[in-house]
């Protein structure tokens, strides 16, 4: 897993900075009730999403929450006063507290399946009965857009989607978190060239092909062979589920 106090820095660069996040947040909002007073953004990283949460929704009192101190640090200076350090698996909330929820591209960095459940647990502990989560799913899916990247890299190993939706649904489910919408935004900048995949490859950012490995740099070497190195394929098309609390 990626190191993030050492790469909030340059993560939002790497991460199709403010357009993506203008389609994350469009996307999140859209799944939001309009009266929602109180909202949580767990693992809200350099609050570029968070901050546009809030502005949107300028009566709503947005809180930031995330685990390592670089990006809480960064998000802090987009909220001031309205982020705190805090593990998603143990949130330092009352019970029932929020009306909204929210986790984007969190659940797919769980390495462990009792992980995304405590996850899931927490989120639904501090929202109040009727109140609503709303969570990205699939996200490594969505990166398969059919290129020929896709293509070279079909034979490589994966591990398990911790964040499958039918694995989502049902660890919501187990706490009374009901099926309350769903949407879809695409990764502006996300889109992967060539050249870019094979430094991905050696950085390790491919689970399961570490840096150094030989099937990691067969992979790299194949793309590397690949038309229009520069050039990126389309970009990916990312899901978002909202589940109510039953009350």
Avoid: N
């Avoid at 769903?182 to 991905?200: H, I, V, Y």
């Amino acid at each position: 897993m990626l190191d993030y106090d050492k790469e909030a820095d340059a993560y939002d660069a790497t991460r199709g900075g403010e357009p993506r996040a203008a389609a994350a947040a469009d996307a999140v909002l859209g799944l939001i009730p309009p009266d929602t007073r109180r909202l949580l953004d767990v693992a809200c990283g350099t609050g570029i999403v968070t901050r546009r949460l809030a502005a949107a929704r300028p009566a709503t009192r947005v809180t930031g929450a995330d685990l390592t101190y670089g990006m809480a640090r960064t998000a802090a200076v987009r909220l001031p006063g309205a982020v705190v350090l805090a593990d998603s698996r143990a949130l330092p909330f009352p019970d029932g507290v929020f009306d909204a929820v929210t986790s984007v591209w969190l659940l797919h960095l769980l390495d462990r399946p009792e992980d995304v459940r405590a996850v899931v647990a927490e989120c639904a502990r501090v929202l109040r009965p009727g109140g609503v989560w709303v969570t990205t799913v699939d996200k490594a899916a969505a990166h398969d857009v059919g290129s020929d990247i896709d293509a070279v890299l079909a034979p490589r190993p994966r591990r398990p989607a911790p964040d499958a939706a039918p694995l989502v649904e049902s660890y919501a489910a187990g706490h009374l978190l009901h099926p309350a919408g769903r949407a879809r935004f695409p990764g502006r900048g996300q889109g992967r060239s060539p050249r870019r995949t094979a430094a991905d490859l050696r950085r390790g950012w491919f689970t399961l092909l570490p840096p150094g490995d030989p099937r990691t740099e067969a992979f790299a070497a194949r793309v590397e062979a690949l038309p229009d190195q520069e050039l990126p394929r389309p970009d990916p098309v990312f899901s978002v589920r909202a589940f109510r609390k039953a009350g």
